[in-house]
């Protein structure tokens, strides 16, 4: 790879500090990098192309330490990648609609686009205090109509391929944000923005097809993901192949989904979710007053909550369904623990092989059929303790008995059942689709209007975007401004050119995140969400964040890529071709930092402090980057020491006594550093980039006391060793540079190549003995002959002392063991 020199060069002519003083330098060198344009990406500038992105922020306000964390890992990186020769692509926006800016609204009288927009202003500061390499010239807000106008042609793509609905459906519903929240964003049955408690209601809301693509987000080939995040996807998609079977009711068939078809002689009860359509025919007069008691009561209960571990309860309907291989008449009940939103919303019970269903017998009465048992077991008693889950081997089920149980058979007995005409093979899944509108003001409009003629009918793309209303009124009860403004509100249908309405839901705000890494392509082009051709910069190589967006922003925007694919704006099948998550910064009490807590961290004065590159050392040094840890106080002094060393190194006069130390010595040390140092890149391991560098500045303070000092290999190490703090420390890096004479910035100079053989030691440390007494230690050759063992061992100041004024008897030179020199 080639490198070529910035266009602007950097000079800036200012005395030195005697010491180290990041203050005099960090703020001088950030200017002349703006001013410059060191960091704007040039699509035509040679080199392999290599896109690095970091998930973006949430405009807040103020960068926190967890920022940081998330951020100089990745700069570092992609500053290595650059001074390697290639073309890095290292962006960043802000993901600036939601909630907090409303809330703020209300709070301050302030308009949420002003608190936004004047948030991201002091953002940008923060992060450029940061010492990032970030390209600005491509920076954009998720709250930009010329961004979100292509959330809406998006959203009008999706409806016209059949991949966007409307329906009336059970929701999960925040009564303090007066919004709906979609499952992902419901944590323990509060609303993970608020905690307030969620509600069920029956609304009519906009939803995105993603189960269409359920199957194809199980592919993980075409990405390289954490395992962590690829089962926690893996296990939300929640894929299940089974068997559907028909189960006669007094209310008409009903079909039940079972993973188990094997166990279908072991049904002993039937239970249906409360939202059941079936419920209320199936309830008998007797029984109508208690169903529906517990009915409404469980429709004030999340799905989270209900599958919660706990107390089972339950409801008889008064009626039976016949078993279709038995033909035994079998309860049906109603229970919460089954979810109407998964499978058919009923099930077979089988308590003698699930635990639920087991719980829920014992608690009601209900029989208890074995018909799996493990191999050369004992039958279930008649009252067991627990079920039994395992595969096992079929009883108690006539033609199927002594089949093997589980997988091995599941495709045949399904066969025959479904040659019976009472089941048939099915493939379910846990996943949902999006439910993708919200009732918010600050989000993009969802573009369509509502015609009392036409019905529901698409703003007309010529018409895009459909801008929020920049005057607006919040009221207290948190209904959407939307809903009230009028002006905005009604409008023309397109088609018959009536009166119409506005719909006045937004969108779900991770559609923001969903494509964002396209359009740092072209952020300001006008004609398509991106500039095809851009498109030779596509994937995002390394996409670097938290864990937590494992099921949300990485599962939507993995579909989103897939259907962009199927547009043909893309030949991606993944909108990244690596993913890497960063641990969490915890708190000095080792909890999450939380103002509530009192153990938040400022970077801001911490920068005020020590400098921005003391607080980068630390960061990277603080934990092994995929773990993080718990912040100290007392930590941070030690890469502050560290860099006045450094700093040291390169200007202050050797002090100390004199060193023995070879030119090989150094090398040794220096490239077997830079070895270390680019495979520890390569793998994200930057604590211990940061180990090995702090190693090596050791040697070479003890290497300016020796006589290497005067000669090339220092000269080579303390220019090696300058490029190799620049990804690290940029600030003290480039002043270095810039003091040592060189030209340019050091962050556009070639890294340095490993001499593979200076990094291999071809030197051996050994004892040196006197009449037998181990006296010192030296550090020869290899290769050396007995007489320049000799020589080396005679000059060790630990040795010559105990041969002074003594004559010689013998040496003995035994080559990588032992030196001895016997003296009387």
């Known amino acids: 790879m080639t490198h070529e020199p910035h266009s602007t060069p950097l000079t800036i002519e200012e005395p030195r500090s005697e010491r180290y003083n990041p203050h005099a330098i960090e703020e001088k060198w950030q200017q002349a990098w703006a001013k410059s344009g060191l ?124 991949l966007a609905y409307k329906k009336d459906g059970l929701v999960n519903w925040c009564p303090k944000d007066q919004t709906v929240l979609a499952n992902e964003q419901v944590v323990h049955g509060a609303c993970e923005r608020c905690g307030t408690p969620v509600e069920r209601r029956n609304l009519s809301q906009w939803y995105l097809k993603i189960t269409d693509y359920a ?11 954490p395992e962590k995040v690829r089962l926690m996807q893996t296990n939300w998609i929640g894929k299940s192949v089974g068997a559907e079977v028909a189960f006669d009711t007094p209310a008409g068939v009903e079909t039940v989904f079972t993973t188990r078809p094997d166990t279908l002689l072991g049904a002993t009860f039937m239970v249906l979710a409360p939202e059941h359509p079936k419920v209320e025919a199936l309830t008998t007069a007797d029984q109508r007053t208690e169903v529906e008691a517990y009915v409404s009561a469980a429709g004030r209960k999340t799905d989270v909550e209900r599958q ?87 009883v108690n089920s006539g033609e199927f008995d002594g089949m093997a149980g589980g997988k091995a058979s599941i495709a045949t007995i399904t066969a025959q059942l479904q040659q019976r005409g009472v ?71 397109p088609q018959c ?69 199927d547009m043909g704006l893309t030949t991606q099948h993944e909108p990244f071709a690596t993913l890497r998550n ?100 390569e793998k994200l391991s930057f604590n211990t980039i940061i180990g090995a560098l702090q190693e090596l500045s050791n040697t070479l303070v003890k290497a300016k006391r020796s006589h290497v000092a005067q000669t090339l290999a220092w000269e080579e190490a303390l220019h090696i060793f300058n490029l190799m703090l620049a990804p690290i420390v940029p600030h ?26 200076a990094a291999v030691r071809d030197t051996v440390t050994i004892g040196v003995q006197v009449s037998g007494k181990v006296r010192g230690e030296v550090s020869i050759s290899k290769a050396a002959t007995q007489e320049e063992a000799m020589q080396v061992a005679r000059a060790n100041p630990d040795v010559a002392k105990y041969l002074e004024g003594k004559q010689t008897v013998k040496e003995v030179y035994v080559p990588g063991r032992i030196i001895n020199i016997v003296v009387k």
């Open 423 to 493: 089941a048939e093979a099915k493939t379910t899944y846990r996943l949902r689709d999006w439910l993708f509108a919200r009732q918010r003001y600050w989000g993009t409009p969802i573009p369509f209007i509502h015609c009392e003629q036409c019905g529901a009918v698409p703003v007309p793309e010529d018409q895009l975007p459909v801008k929020l209303p920049e005057t607006v009124e919040f009221n207290a009860a948190g209904q959407s401004p939307l809903k009230l403004n009028d002006e905005w509100r009604i409008t023309t249908c």
């Open 497 to 565: 050119g009536g009166v119409a309405e506005r719909d006045t839901d937004t969108m779900d705000t991770f559609v923001d995140s969903s494509w964002y890494m396209y359009r740092y392509l072209s952020p300001h082009y006008d004609k398509a969400p991106f500039d095809p051709e851009k498109a030779g910069l596509l994937p995002v190589d390394l996409y670097t964040g938290g864990i937590e967006h494992a099921i949300l922003h990485l599962l939507y925007s993995r579909f989103w890529t897939k259907v962009m694919r």
């Open 215 to 225: 199957d194809e987000l199980l592919d993980f080939s075409h990405t390289d993901m």
């Open 308 to 394: 919660q571990e706990g107390e089972k309860t339950g409801v008889f309907t008064g009626s039976y369904a016949t078993h279709p291989v038995s033909g035994e008449p079998i309860p049906i009940w109603v229970a919460d623990y089954v979810l109407v939103t998964y499978g058919t919303g009923s099930i077979m019970a089988v308590p003698a092989h699930d635990e639920r269903d087991f719980a829920f017998a014992q608690k009601f009465g209900l029989p208890v059929r074995e018909v799996i048992r493990p191999k050369d077991a004992q039958p279930m008693p008649d009252v067991p303790s627990e079920p039994y889950t395992g595969e096992g081997f079929i």
């Open 582 to 681: 960063q641990g969490m910064v915890l708190g000095e009490d080792g909890e999450k930092m939380s103002k509530s807590r009192g153990n938040v961290v400022d970077p801001d004065d911490l920068v005020r402090e020590y400098g921005a590159d003391t607080v980068r050392t630390y960061l990277l040094q603080i934990a092994p980057w995929e773990l993080g840890g718990p912040w100290n106080t007392q930590g941070i002094n030690g890469p502050s020491k560290w860099l006045g060393r450094v700093w040291a190194l390169y200007f202050d006069a050797p002090f100390g006594p004199a060193q023995q130390m070879s030119e090989a010595d150094v090398r040794y040390a220096v490239h077997s550093t830079l070895q270390k140092v680019n495979q520890d890149f």
């Open 732 to 757: 003290i890096a480039e002043e270095l540079w810039h003091e040592r004479g060189m030209s340019g910035s050091i962050h556009t100079a070639p890294w340095p190549m490993v001499d593979e053989q």
């Open 39 to 162: 960091y704007t990406f040039d699509e035509q500038a040679a080199g392999e192309k290599y896109y690095a992105l970091t998930m973006f922020p949430y405009p807040s306000g103020n960068l926190h330490i967890g920022h940081w964390y998330a951020n100089v890992a990745p700069d570092a990186r992609a500053r290595w990648l650059r001074m390697r020769g290639y073309n890095v692509l290292f962006p960043m926006a802000f993901d600036a609609f939601g909630l907090p800016a409303e809330n703020a609204a209300i709070k301050h009288n302030i308009n949420p686009a002003t608190w936004t927009y004047q948030n991201i202003a002091h953002m940008i500061e923060q992060f450029e205090r940061m010492g990032t390499m970030i390209d600005w010239s491509r920076q954009f807000a998720t709250s930009d109509p010329e961004y979100y106008r292509w959330n809406q042609w998006f959203f009008i793509e999706f409806w016209k391929r059949g």
